[in-house]
């Protein structure tokens, strides 16, 4: 049995082209800075109409790795009506959670998945597209090496496995191949096939993490989009539990 078993494995090894790209390495940055991320960032999320009218919501968002699991809380604290906090937690096992509170509420109420699509916004940028979870999605690919716009980029495309929670069917990632950060995704819906595509502009470097100052949701085929601006954060904001509690989700200041 063990020679038998020793004899696949060599075949296997020889039908891998020399050079094969790993797609563990190329994705570490991405889970890296999931587990060890410690940010805050303040901005606007933007929705763009066909006619080009806008409409602003301000935003914090700030977001902690804990072992086994990320936490994210999206605070839209203006204009009134649309005030609502959302927390969001990552783990790779595949259970994410999202709860949601608006002023007023008891306690959060956590957000079925047939709801994860819609966003505060509309559906364009989701509730789950907050999560980015698809790093940690157990089919992983090299589809190619391949150009966006002057970086050179590896093409990742993503597919979920039975225990996952998401909308989506797959996410195929362009990572700039010398930082791992993406720089363009296209996220494809369950059932209607739609696409979602998100550009990541204005790259940059502060302490020792790469992050985008803005990110551009686009739905294929449709007007309009929404943007997602960040006027200023920070990459190491020394956040504990305290920060990402129940009660500070029911919490809103007048």
Known sequence: MMALATTMAWILLAAMPAGAPDVHAILAPQRQRATEADFSATGHLVRVDVGGARTSDAVTVKGHGFPGVLRILVNITSPPPAREKILLEVRPSGQDVIRIAHPGDRAPATLPLEKWSEGPLGPGFSYEDFLDQHYFWPGQTVLDEVKYGARDCDLVKSTPGAADKTQYSEVKTWL????????????????TGAVKEFTFYGLRHNGGVWSASQVEEKTRGQAGSTLLIVDRGTAK???????????????FQD
């Open 237 to 251: 904001a020394n956040l504990g539990l305290k920060d990402f509690s129940l009660d500070q989700l029911t919490h």
């Open 176 to 191: 700039d191949h010398a930082i791992g950060f993406p720089v363009y995704m296209e996220k494809t819906v369950k059932g």
